[in-house]
């Protein structure tokens, strides 16, 4: 399985900063994805993000407010931007380290948490 | 449109005894799979077992089995001999198209 590592693992920021969350892989996968978890919620995607192409947001999140990056295919960032308290969740990456070819690899990095004060 | 439904909020089970999280799920898709994650207190997602909407037998891994029952579309997870560190917030999940869509969680609390 895929090692994947998250930074910064928590903070704590002011409303209207920008936080900028990074997502690394020990090995290169084809396709990287970004969650949102709110408190006391379940998760749900933010976007799709691939190597060489610019990332698929899912309906209710756009482009200025979380800009994503996919520079190589081991890393990926995700920045949230003019931060607001409601945005004061557990940010989580993961991958399908099979490159597409099978349902059943998609782990984890181990989440950053954001409040927003 | 995918939906997982998990209609139990909270469960408490005793050490050593067996638990089963229901889920039920709704897709359109011939191929799809389904995943349990455990998330603890410290809110990594720890991924726990899957099946694939093909597999013909059910899944197991180590004390986890998935009991699936493709035409009622529901995903059971059983945990046998629960122990305290079992105590967590579980999830399950499913995939279409390589994006996960979730369940809203059931909370289990072992009980010495």
């Known amino acids: 399985s895929a090692v994947i590592s998250q930074k910064p693992s928590r903070d704590i920021c002011q409303r209207g900063t920008s936080l900028t969350i990074q997502c690394q892989v020990d090995s290169q996968v084809t396709m990287m994805f970004w969650y949102r978890q709110q408190p006391g919620q379940s998760l749900t995607l933010i976007a799709t993000?691939?190597?060489?192409?610019?990332?698929?947001?899912e309906s209710g999140f756009v482009i200025d407010k979380f800009p994503i990056s996919r520079p190589n295919l081991t890393f990926s960032t995700l920045t949230v931007s003019n931060m607001s308290p409601e945005d004061s969740s557990i940010y989580l990456c993961?991958?399908?380290?099979?490159?597409?070819?099978?349902?059943?690899?998609?782990?984890f990095g181990p989440g950053t948490r954001l409040t927003v004060l | 449109a995918q939906k997982i439904t998990q209609t139990q909020p909270g469960m408490f089970v005793q050490e050593k005894e067996a638990v089963t999280l229901d889920c039920t799920y709704d897709?359109?898709?011939?191929?799809?799979?389904l995943f349990w994650y455990k998330q603890p207190s410290s809110g990594e997602m720890i991924f726990l077992i899957y099946q694939g909407s093909y597999d013909q037998q059910n899944a197991t891994e180590g004390r986890y089995s998935l009991n699936f029952q493709k035409a009622r579309k529901s995903a059971n997870l059983v945990i046998s001999a629960s122990q305290l560190g079992d105590s967590a917030m579980y999830f399950c999940a499913m995939s279409s198209d390589y994006k996960l869509s979730f369940g809203a969680g059931t909370t289990v609390t072992v009980r010495a």
């Open positions: 993000a691939n190597q060489g192409s610019e990332a698929t947001y």
């Open positions: 897709t359109s898709d011939p191929s799809y799979g």
């Open positions: 993961s991958v399908d380290s099979t490159g597409g070819q099978s349902y059943n690899e998609q782990f």
